[in-house]
């Protein structure tokens, strides 16, 4: 997820949450957020794909929404169609509702859950900063094991604050009601897997673009192993892994999901489709 990096946001944010307290510092968070939107500081390279995907009556699917930068983004590519965007932890789903209603984005629907393999109850952990406040891009799911992800490039904090939330698998929560999806952007920190498994049924029918985060060693915290990932989206879901490249504006195969990186899945039924975007097609 892209961040915005400010030695005066770093300056300030300890103060204002000191002075102004969760809720006010909510309000804070809104603006900030709010603005590094509309100036376009939380870019990810991948948003230059979406409208090449996209259509304007399409729906789409935003799992692990953030601070709505992906939804904001969405809801303007497809002004005739709806976004269905699912963010579990209150602090964030709080900021990101102030922002959806401060753009009056009238297509999207907002939903305070996750997104799992089935319809449960889940135990979130986000970690919090020094300060206090949530680190609210790093949100998990509490099952994952963090030992496995010490010593390496990802800070694991010691300091957590605990949520149950809500979790549903999209076949059973959306799916009766939908009708064209033809993109699902996911990034949730290690649990895209599950993600992906309540889907199936959804996938097998609208087979969209996927934009997916991979972070080996998170799913190594959930003891899924790459190498059966991999084969899972390819074998059992039918889809084709590739890369980005915002120079070339193009998508390359991929011959595995070892980096950490945004990739973009594109079902094999569906080729024909994005063959402008594929640099190798066959």
């Known amino acids: 997820m892209a961040s915005v990096k400010s030695s005066l946001r770093t300056l300030l944010k300890p103060i204002l949450f000191k002075v102004l307290g969760t809720k006010g510092y909510k309000w804070v968070q809104f603006q900030a957020k709010k603005k590094d939107i509309s100036n376009r500081l939380v870019e990810e390279i991948e948003m230059q794909l979406l409208p090449r995907i996209v259509g ?79 680190s609210a891009g790093q949100a998990h799911m509490a099952a994952r094991d963090n030992t496995k992800i010490n010593n390496t490039v990802y800070y694991v904090s010691e300091k957590n604050e605990e949520f149950d939330c809500e979790v549903v698998s999209i ?21 895209e897997y599950f ?65 950490d990186r945004n990739y973009i899945l594109i079902h094999s039924d569906k080729l024909h489709q994005y063959a402008h975007l594929i640099a190798t097609y066959e």
């Open 171 to 191: 076949d059973s929560f959306l799916l009766p009601e939908l009708k064209n999806v033809s993109f699902i952007k996911i990034d949730i920190e290690g649990a």
């Open 56 to 134: 304007k009556s399409d729906e789409v699917i935003d799992i692990g929404a953030n601070y709505a930068y992906y939804t904001e983004r969405l809801s303007r590519l497809v002004p005739d169609g709806r976004v269905y965007a699912f963010e579990p932890i209150p602090f964030t789903y709080d900021v990101a509702m102030m922002i959806i209603r401060s753009y009056r984005l009238k297509n999207v629907r907002l939903f305070q859950k996750g997104v799992g393999e089935k319809n449960e109850t889940m135990r979130f952990k986000v970690p919090k900063m020094d300060f206090g406040s949530l």
């Open 195 to 259: 993600a992906l498994k309540g889907m199936s049924k959804t996938l097998s029918r609208f087979k969209p673009v996927i934009l997916i985060e991979i972070v080996p060693v998170f799913l190594k915290s959930f003891n899924i192993d790459i190498e059966e990932f991999q084969s899972y989206l390819a074998n059992d879901l039918g889809y084709n892994i590739y890369k980005y490249d915002d120079k070339s504006k193009m998508l390359y195969l991929s011959a595995d999901l070892k980096a």
